[in-house]
């Protein structure tokens, strides 16, 4: 399980957010990240504009976390881009892999090449 940045407990004027603020710092106690930082809990009330430069203080403190840590987990370019990236290699090498795979992207390759099969629309 992926641990956030930082975590928001809005509407923070309404009745619970204490119980909430101790049960995210038990379950925060529990794990413990590979780059050593310490999310931290900001209580907002937004339709106030409460919390708003607290909120905005814990994400640059981060993010100067980030740029200073040799450690730091890099988020990904776009959500998922990683993961994706990673799947689509290690499909990719599984097919390489296979017995004739090799030998059809010749043919297939040699049919582009002398225009009988059009690469974009088979």
Excluded: C
């Amino acid at each position: 399980m992926e641990i956030g940045d930082v975590f928001v407990i809005n509407k923070a004027d309404r009745e619970g957010v204490l119980r909430t603020q101790k049960e995210l710092d038990a379950l925060l106690s529990l794990a413990h990240r590979p780059d050593m930082w310490m999310p931290p809990i900001i209580k907002t009330v937004a339709t106030e504009n409460k919390g708003l430069e607290d909120l905005s203080a814990a994400i640059q403190t981060y993010f100067e976390f980030q740029s200073t840590n040799e450690h730091a987990e890099r988020a990904p370019l776009s959500p998922n881009g990683d993961r994706t990236n990673s799947v689509r290699e290690r499909l990719l090498s599984d097919l390489m892999s296979q017995t004739g795979v090799r030998e059809m992207i010749d043919d297939l390759a040699k049919q582009v090449a002398s225009k009988e099969t059009d690469p974009i629309r088979p």
